[in-house]
């Protein structure tokens, strides 16, 4: 997806993928990945999403990433926050309480960005890439990430058309084809529910590096 139709579609309010309370998986599985709660987690793509708040009210610090501005302004304006505007390499941008959010394209984001992430929490990122995208996007994950980092992701299955989307159809195999040389990967869930008036199977997948 270009930068464009996501700045088109937080123009126009299109943010049907928006969740108005904290996603039950990331409640749910989260202590799985074993955390103290003070480490620094990475949210991709983060929109404009309570999750964020959630992980921050755990006792970690969050990095979220966005291509829109308009995101992240409705995301403090929507829960009251203040925050510092800021500029970090090819990104501006806001820092508050236990939070930087970035505004910028996403495969800017360096290593140096990332040194002190602990874990990644995917919701409706690696889904809302198409194919060729998503490859870029794992590839990146896997290049920006201390070694030791894991990742939490909340994937989509529905339909039978690879090209409808977003949110795109992720099945479990291609989660193992761009992650599985990098990671080890398990299922820790799944659920059945409706996307686009589909049946649709949500998965979470716990991603912990090779040793
Ligand atoms: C489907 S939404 C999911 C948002 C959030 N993760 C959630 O669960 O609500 C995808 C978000 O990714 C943002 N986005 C798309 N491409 C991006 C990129 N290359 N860099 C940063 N953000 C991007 C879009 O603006 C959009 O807000």
């Known amino acids: 997806m270009q930068a ?11 943010v049907g993928f928006h969740q108005p309370d904290i996603n039950a998986f990331l409640k749910d599985y989260w202590p799985m990945l074993g955390l103290e709660g003070s480490e620094e ?28 501005q308009k995101a992240l302004d409705e995301f403090l304006a929507e829960n009251q926050l203040t925050a510092q505007p800021v500029a970090h390499h ?11 959010l970035l505004c910028g394209d996403f495969f800017d984001l360096s290593p140096e960005q990332c040194t002190h992430i602990a874990a990644v929490y995917d919701r409706a990122a690696l889904v809302a890439l198409p194919s060729k995208m998503r490859q870029r996007y794992a590839q990146h994950l896997i290049n920006i990430l201390p070694s030791h980092a894991q990742i939490l992701l909340v994937n989509v299955e529905y ?11 992720v099945p479990e195999a291609e989660v193992f084809e761009l992650f599985g040389h990098a990671f080890k990967i398990e299922v820790l869930a799944q659920s059945l529910g409706q996307r686009k008036g589909m049946k649709a199977l949500e998965k979470v997948f716990l991603l912990k590096r090779n040793s």
Do not use: R
């Open 4 to 14: 464009d139709f996501w700045h088109a579609m937080w123009q126009s309010g299109q």
């Open 41 to 68: 987690v990475l949210v991709p793509l983060c929109g404009k999403t309570l999750d964020m708040l959630w992980l921050a009210q755990q006792g970690h610090d969050i990095l979220g990433v966005e291509l829109s």
């Open 90 to 100: 090819a990104f501006c941008g806001y820092e508050l309480n236990k939070m930087t």
């Open 159 to 169: 339909g039978d058309d690879p090209n409808m989307g977003p949110p795109f159809c």
